[in-house]
């Protein structure tokens, strides 16, 4: 790392109907460093990013870039003068090649001739190896992200902003990733980074920014923080870690046996012979990098999609194999969906009617087919305060919340209904470390009471820290459970990268 500034902000503000997303914010990012910037969720880290990247328009402030003035006005215009971005969600076609969908995210004069070789000799040169002729839908979520770096480096950028990069990779692809960085890096090369994973940028990342409420509160060297003292900068205030106690498990509330399912998805995976149980006062967790099987496994557990031949679903020794969604939920059955907008809330819908959604029978929130819309407004305040969701009234629609805040209201509507067994996909997907820490105190508390808890996560942090046994679901087949004390995160990870790395890049071996 340099003294050198690339790039400056002073004074950047940016309004939104009833939020200040960013008031004031103001600091600098050197040449050649990795700079981290963290905040809680709805902290106004989006909103920088994207007034940098060009999408969005600040109301006041400037930005220097290498000391002359800079104000993207689109992200074609960033990209022209040396700014990257790789997003957490990727902009992939599945049926497309890599080169292909390369060729589709730059400007035409990079992908004229003799492209496909540039990509192979720029991923040899950063150890993220690719086959340009691979359609996208036949790699795992690790090569693709590969492909998304690539895209970005062929574009030659000063600065790289990377949103919650490792959250789709194994550990072994988190190394490999960091080599990556670390060599961009010493080119002279500068990376903002986007992270919950704090340790992560303990190891990472020479200095940190922190957001609060849009302002900034607070800079430092992360090597010189714990995890604890970073999170606790965001939020605040104090931290206070989950604390799992010893328990013994009580009866069986969900069985599973021979639980097959075809993925309609040519991509995907189909399940195969999946069988297991969760007890009373159980968290069991499922690891796997994303595109295994856990969506479909989830859909199948929660009634969307039927078994095929001879699987068979218990709750609570109920049969409910052929049993739909609203009937499963009636028998005490909740469900904390991967996806939050469409699938876990109503985007266009309010807050108190989306509770009406899900908590209409557990909570009774309707009679006879009339809703009850008093009863409605009450347990929406109460998710939106009992789990800190940052909203301008329960009125509001889900989709003006914040992805983390909006995850935190489902997650709420669903454990206050005191579920006998609830189904949880990713369920501190993109929230902050208080969030999280919040939501996982919550688990630990409904599984002390009797809750049976199926934890279905790409965060094996999250695994470790309340699960009491963890299987693996690699290629649609789940391995055999074991206790969490038995198990260590490198082992983990080999087995959710075992299956995918038979379809990996030749080229690695």
Not at 353 to 366: D, F, G, P, W, Y
Request: net charge negative; aromatic share 4%.
């Amino acid at each position: 790392m340099t003294n050198e500034t690339l790039l400056t902000l002073s004074g950047l503000t940016k309004q939104f109907p009833g939020v200040l997303a960013n008031d004031n914010v103001s600091f600098e990012i050197k040449k050649g460093e990795i700079h981290a910037l963290l905040g809680e969720n709805g902290a106004g880290k989006s909103t920088l990013v994207k007034i940098i990247y060009g999408v969005n328009k600040p109301d006041a402030g400037t930005m220097l870039l290498n000391g002359i003035p800079f104000s993207p006005t689109k992200p074609s215009e960033a990209r022209a003068q040396g700014i990257g971005m790789v997003f957490q969600h990727f902009s992939l076609f599945e049926a497309l090649t890599v080169a292909e969908n390369i060729e589709l995210g730059i400007s035409p004069e990079l992908a004229k001739n003799g492209l496909r070789e540039r990509i192979i000799d720029m991923s040899k040169q950063y150890g993220l190896e690719l086959d340009p002729d691979r359609l996208i839908g036949s790699l795992s979520v690790g090569v693709r992200q590969r492909v998304e770096i690539v895209r970005c480096l062929l574009q030659d950028p000063q600065l790289i902003i990377m949103d919650e990069p490792t959250s789709v990779l194994t550990p072994q692809e988190v190394d490999v990733l960091f080599q990556t960085l670390q060599r961009l890096r010493n080119e002279g090369r500068s990376i903002l980074y986007i992270s919950h994973k704090l340790e992560e940028i303990r190891a990472l990342c020479e200095h940190a920014t922190i957001l609060r409420g849009g302002k900034v509160v607070a800079t430092c060297t992360p090597a010189e923080e714990s995890a604890k003292s970073l999170a606790e900068m965001m939020i605040g205030s104090s931290l206070t870690l989950p604390q799992r106690e010893t328990n013994t498990p009580g009866d069986v509330r969900l069985s599973v046996e021979h639980l097959s399912l075809k993925n309609e998805d040519p991509f995907g995976a189909d399940l195969q012979d999946i069988n297991f149980e969760v007890k009373s006062g159980e968290i069991f967790g499922i690891a796997g990098v994303a595109g295994n099987g856990q969506n479909k496994l989830m859909e199948a557990l929660i009634g969307e999609r039927f078994c095929d031949g001879a699987s068979k679903i218990q709750l609570d020794g109920k049969e409910i194999t052929r049993s739909g969604p609203n009937d499963r939920r009636k028998l005490g059955m909740c469900f904390i969906p991967e996806e939050r907008l469409g699938h876990g809330a109503v985007p266009d819908m309010s807050l108190w009617e989306n509770t009406i959604v899900t908590a209409r029978e557990r909570r009774q929130l309707s009679n006879k087919g009339f809703i009850n819309i008093g009863a409605a407004h009450e347990f929406a305040e109460q998710v939106v305060n009992d789990f800190d969701v940052r909203t301008a009234g329960i009125e509001h629609a889900a989709r003006s919340l914040s992805g983390g805040n909006l995850q935190k209201f489902i997650v709420g509507r669903e454990l206050l209904q005191s579920p006998a067994v609830l189904i949880a996909s990713q369920p501190t997907w993109g929230v902050d470390a208080g969030a999280a820490s919040s939501i996982h105190q919550m688990l630990l508390k409904i599984a002390r009471e009797g809750t049976a808890i199926l934890l279905i996560s790409q965060d094996l942090d999250e695994l470790f820290a309340i699960s009491d046994r963890i299987a693996v679901i690699a290629n649609g087949k789940l391995s055999k459970p074991e206790n969490v004390k038995d198990l260590t995160i490198e082992k983990i990870g080999l087995d959710m990268g075992g299956q995918s790395q038979e379809s990996e890049i030749h080229a690695e071996a």
